[in-house]
Every structure is written in structure tokens, then in C-alpha cells.
């Protein structure tokens, strides 16, 4: 907790002794509950701020945890692996999982499988959220995790650089805007060209397309990125090679 200057207002809540590596995930609304991810076994715990405790949520293999303006009584977690980061007989199957931060105990209140391993996700207005799949897909699914719409919604296939199409591309790191209209999605694969996607205006086909810029180079990872208010500076953390950097870009009006 900050007060307006910066400093810290309360002791800190110390990690669980168990937990390696630690990865904050996110922050619920209101700022209570923190989704901390012990890295060595993708292990999640939710820190409670408020009376100080942490709970151990019975899952594994976490890539994220969203938490949802509409919903801040929940926690949506994405569950996936890949050869490349755990053992071929360890085999779990990729899905979000949607838990209620005052019935843990319970395990998970809904679950749906997914065709694809997700990589980021976010809350949109009324509930739900649209999933980011590495196959370049986007899904969006109600608060019970029903999905919604006719169809799984893929991104659009236009080329990024080099003959490289989306659909070979994977949904790094996404965003929207707190009006929910707006979707920003990162978007690279191994040492091919990193670009950033625009979307805005969901319609009945899905999200249009507004505007699409490439990052120079070709051994750029992008591991987060964070929309100004005003959708006019978009902030990215970058590993280039050796370097790791944030940078400033400024988002032009589509003509």
C-alpha cells in the first residue's frame, strides 16, 4: 500500500516459507488479494492483505492470474505446460480455471478446457474475459466460463514482416483499456519479427482491427506491456539479446 508519495504505509506480508522464486501475478481491485507464483512447480498462493495470510490454491502448472473489476470476489487462472518447461510425462491439459477467494477450500468453482496453451487474458465490461491462446487465437468466455460467441475468434491473419503470418505468432502479453472496447495484443515467435496489434469495438465477427506496428529487430522478447489512460503511450518491458529494457511508444491515430 503507497501513499501518495510513494512511501510504504504497512509492514509487509511476508512470503510463505515454501514458496520458490516468487512471481507476483496480479492485484484484485481494491488491492486485498495478491496472486503470488512460486515458479519451481507453477504453484499458486493468494496472499490475503487485509487479515495477512496466505492461501495455498490446490492447482499447478499457473501461467497467469487475472482478477476481474466485475467480479473482485474471483480469480481466473490459466493452466498449461510445454515440453520445453516441464517433464514429456507431465501432462497436463491446458484450461482456465475460475475460483471463488471465499470458498478456496472448495477447489475451483468452473473449468474449461481450452484448444490451446494460454498465455494472457483479461476482464472485459459485465463480466468475462477474452483468452489469449499461443495458438493466435482469442477467445471470449462469460463469468461462468461458458464461451461466448459462434465461433473461436482468430486474430487476423496479416503478415508481420519477413512472410510471417499471425496465425504463427503467439499472443505474448495483452491488455485492455478500463472502458473494456479496446484490446492491445504483443505478438513474436523465437527470433522472428515482435509486433503490438491494436484491436477496438468488438462486433458480431469480433474485434477489428485498428492498427498494427512492428518493433525493430530480430532477437526482441516482450514480456509486458501497459496502456496509458488516455491511449496514448503504450509501455513495453523488453529483453533484447542480453539487454533488458522498457520502452516508450507513442500510438498514432489510424488514418
Same mark, same amino acid.
Given at each position: 500500500e503507497l501513499s501518495p508519495r510513494g512511501e510504504q504505509l504497512q509492514e509487509p506480508l511476508r512470503l510463505p516459507s515454501d514458496s520458490e522464486l516468487p512471481a507476483a501475478l496480479d492485484l484484485s481491485p481494491g488491492g486485498r488479494w495478491v496472486a503470488l507464483r512460486a515458479n519451481h512447480a507453477a504453484e499458486v498462493w493468494l496472499g490475503d492483505l487485509k487479515d495477512r495470510r496466505w492461501v495455498? /490454491?490446490?492447482? @499447478?502448472?499457473? #501461467?497467469? %492470474?487475472? $482478477?476481474s473489476p466485475s467480479a473482485p470476489h474471483q480469480v481466473l487462472l490459466l493452466v498449461g505446460t510445454s515440453s520445453l518447461n516441464f517433464k514429456n510425462d507431465d501432462v497436463v491439459k491446458s484450461a482456465c480455471e475460475l475460483w471463488d477467494l471465499d470458498q478456496v477450500s472448495a477447489g475451483c468453482a468452473a473449468r474449461l478446457l481450452l484448444p490451446g496453451? !494460454? #498465455?494472457? %487474458?483479461? !476482464?472485459?465490461?459485465?463480466?468475462?474475459?477474452? &483468452?489469449?491462446? @499461443?495458438?493466435g487465437e482469442i477467445l471470449q468466455v462469460d463469468r461462468d466460463l461458458v464461451r461466448v460467441g !459462434? %465461433?473461436?475468434?482468430? /486474430?487476423? @491473419?496479416? %503478415?508481420?514482416?519477413g512472410g510471417l503470418g499471425f496465425e504463427e505468432g503467439i499472443p505474448v502479453s495483452g491488455l485492455a483499456t478500463p472502458e473494456r472496447n479496446h484490446l492491445i495484443v504483443t505478438s513474436g515467435h523465437d527470433d522472428r519479427p515482435q509486433a503490438c496489434f491494436s484491436w477496438?469495438?468488438?462486433s458480431a465477427r469480433g474485434w477489428a482491427r485498428s492498427e498494427r506496428f512492428e /518493433?525493430?529487430? @530480430?532477437?526482441?522478447? &516482450? $514480456?509486458?506491456?501497459? /496502456?496509458? !489512460?488516455?491511449r496514448s503511450t503504450l509501455a513495453l518491458v523488453i529483453r533484447d539479446g542480453s539487454e533488458s529494457r522498457c520502452e516508450l511508444w507513442r500510438l498514432r491515430r489510424p488514418r
Open positions: 495455498k /490454491l490446490e492447482t @499447478r502448472h499457473v #501461467n497467469a %492470474a487475472v $482478477f496453451r !494460454p #498465455n494472457v %487474458a483479461e !476482464p472485459v465490461e459485465g463480466g468475462g474475459w477474452l &483468452i489469449g491462446l @499461443r495458438t !459462434p %465461433a473461436w475468434w482468430p /486474430l487476423e @491473419r496479416q %503478415a508481420v514482416g477496438h469495438t468488438r /518493433l525493430p529487430g @530480430r532477437t526482441l522478447s &516482450i $514480456f509486458s506491456c501497459q /496502456l496509458s !489512460p488516455d
